[in-house]
């Protein structure tokens, strides 16, 4: 992609680089750039952001970390005979398909690795690193986008891979945006670090699709005083999220986000819980079912059923070019700490933002305006923690 004549080049280092999600985001972005499909999905795109200052599409440079080695336009051609690319698209941006996939480094840990935590945590700081000087990027948002982690068990566990580089994005000074359930920053190890890092960071678990309807779903019960009684789902989805999601351990990292969504609605965890089952033939496409049992007036007892089915790469690529754009601006300002108004975009967002959808949007439009009221921070300024109910430096 050429670089803007008027604001320099971001990087975006994605982890998780050459697999459904992030190939949909650099095939995307080209295309978008190029004029061939319209930016469909992407929030940062609406009139709502005119004049932030958000870096152009055309100014993006992607690269990243994966165990994966099938090349980005091979991953391109799969996905288009899948149906989740459209035809042509991956031959049209070919160049910066290929491009993005000579940025990719080898992650880890894989099976057999003998480096250290440490070792592996310089490793992918230098990568980064590197990435920065060689594209001469002022900075880069580090976005994870890899599998679902079985949550870590006790301080004494192996770091998850997500932590090490979560860490490895902090040392290399860039701003973190956690898109998965995996632990990344919320470690306490990475956790305490990013609070000392002055760099802005934001997660978790990006909000695509079931719990995206849960988010409207609940605050409606709750303002029309109906009383829910039970809340209960199924997901059924392939490709490699629904492979990880077999494990239950991961499962149960994914569920956590849905039944935050439902809790901090309805003030209360109704009985239920989601299924998740690995059915391979659907690829990346998922069918996700709610079955919500609510009692009426005088106690008459009701049933709403919601069916989503959609693909997970195309509903998740939008919401990742904007999150990548945001939090880069959120850095150039100089803001710093949980970007609380970025919450619209998570199940388990950090900070302490509203949890209704129509809200976490009001509080995205005026992070927006307030980063169109910002203007770049010197370097030696103290960075400062925006605030969610403004969007805006206290």
Known sequence: ???????????????????????????????????????????????????????????????????????????????????????????????????????????????????????????FTHDIR????????????????????????????????????????????????????????????????????????????????????????????????LEVRAWSGTNLLGGGDGAALADPAAAAAKNAGKERVLADTLGTVPEGEVHIDDVPALGDWKTAWDHIAFDGFLGTRMIL????????????APLVLDLARLTARAHETGLSGPLDALGFYFKDPVGDGPPGLPEQYEALVRFGRSLAQSGGKDRGTRPVKGSEETGEAP
């Open 1 to 123: 992609m050429s670089a803007s004549l008027s604001r320099p080049r971001v990087g975006v280092w994605l982890i998780g680089a050459r697999g459904s999600v992030a190939t949909t985001v650099v095939t995307g972005c080209a295309a978008v750039a190029a004029g061939l499909h319209p930016p469909t999905g992407m929030v940062t795109e609406t009139p709502a952001f005119t004049g932030s200052g958000l870096p152009a599409l055309s100014d993006l440079v992607f690269g990243g970390h994966d165990t994966l080695d099938c090349p980005l336009p091979k991953r391109a051609e799969t996905l288009t005979a899948g149906g989740v690319l459209p035809p042509g698209v991956a031959t049209a941006v070919a160049a910066e398909l290929a491009a993005a996939d000579r940025e990719i480094r080898p992650g880890g840990p894989t099976p057999g690795d003998t480096r250290s935590e440490a070792d592996l945590i310089t490793a």
């Open 130 to 225: 590197d990435f920065l000087h060689r594209h001469a990027l002022e900075r880069a948002v580090v976005v994870n986008v890899a599998s679902t982690e079985p949550a870590s068990h006790g301080p004494e566990a192996p770091l998850p891979a997500s932590t090490l580089y979560a860490l490895a994005a902090l040392r290399a000074g860039c701003p973190y945006v956690n898109f998965t359930p995996s632990e990344g920053i919320h470690h306490p190890v990475a956790a305490r670090e990013a609070e000392e890092s002055g760099l802005p960071f934001a997660g978790r678990d990006g909000k695509t699709g079931q719990t995206l309807l849960r988010a409207v779903l609940g605050p409606m019960f709750t303002q029309r005083a």
């Open 305 to 316: 059923q919601t069916i989503w089915q959609g693909c997970d790469s195309a509903l998740a």
